[in-house]
């Protein structure tokens, strides 16, 4: 499982407080002594919340994943998908985005997060909708996924994060943008960049019949 930062890094962006309560939390998840629900919401409140670095990941998100990284060394992936499913649940929107980072970074074909990505386009948090349409967006369906981009459009999501967009856009997802579009010119509200740049990527790498 890939983590959003190298352990040491995240570890010299923290206090020493910080720094051992992580490592505990640690021990305690690779000693199998309990379950990532019992340390999972707390975490940031004993570690820290801030950007890691300049343009890179939040310290509480990096936190939350690595302990998912933990875990994920002695779960099934089963049982894995149903931890990350319910602190996905009944998290706050910080533990929700965390989870699902946390799924972007996990590379198992038996861990399919595709149920907790589609709740959280469902939601209009854009961090939340950036999160689910990173590298696990691809166990997305093409309608999901194109749904998903659109999604973005409509909640100032950045398409530069959307993972795979180069690859997976089409000739439908270009209807669809067209169709955005429009919409958007006939109430006379502004066109994102963002959603003339994929109608135009769409279109160039359409081919031809």
């Not at 995240?10 to 206090?15: E, G, K, V």
């Not at 999604?151 to 169709?179: H, I, N, Q, Y």
Request: glycine content about 8%.
């Amino acid at each position: 499982m890939r983590p959003l930062a190298p352990p040491e890094e995240l570890r010299s962006a923290l206090s020493d407080d910080a720094r051992r309560a992580l490592d505990d939390m640690v021990a305690v998840l690779a000693a199998g002594a309990t379950t990532l629900g019992r340390v999972f919401p707390a975490a940031a409140r004993r570690t820290a919340r801030g950007d890691l670095a300049a343009g890179g990941p939040r310290l509480e998100d990096a936190v939350r994943v690595e302990l998912v990284a933990i875990a994920a060394t002695r779960l099934a992936p089963g049982a894995l998908l149903d931890e990350l499913d319910q602190l996905y649940r009944y998290g706050d929107a910080d533990e929700k985005r965390a989870v699902l980072l946390a799924l972007g970074g996990i590379d198992d074909p038996a861990v399919d997060g595709s149920a907790v990505l589609l709740d959280a386009l469902r939601t209009n948090d854009p961090r939340l909708v950036a999160a689910a349409m990173g590298p696990h967006a691809r166990r997305l369906s093409p309608h999901d996924w194109r749904h998903g981009v659109l999604k973005c459009l409509f909640v100032g999501v950045p398409l530069a994060g959307v993972s795979d967009l180069a690859v997976r856009a089409d000739a439908e997802l270009t209807e669809m943008v067209r169709r955005y579009i429009d919409e958007r010119e006939a109430a006379g509200r502004p066109v994102p960049d963002d959603a003339l740049l994929v109608h135009d990527l769409t279109t160039l790498t359409r081919p031809e019949a």
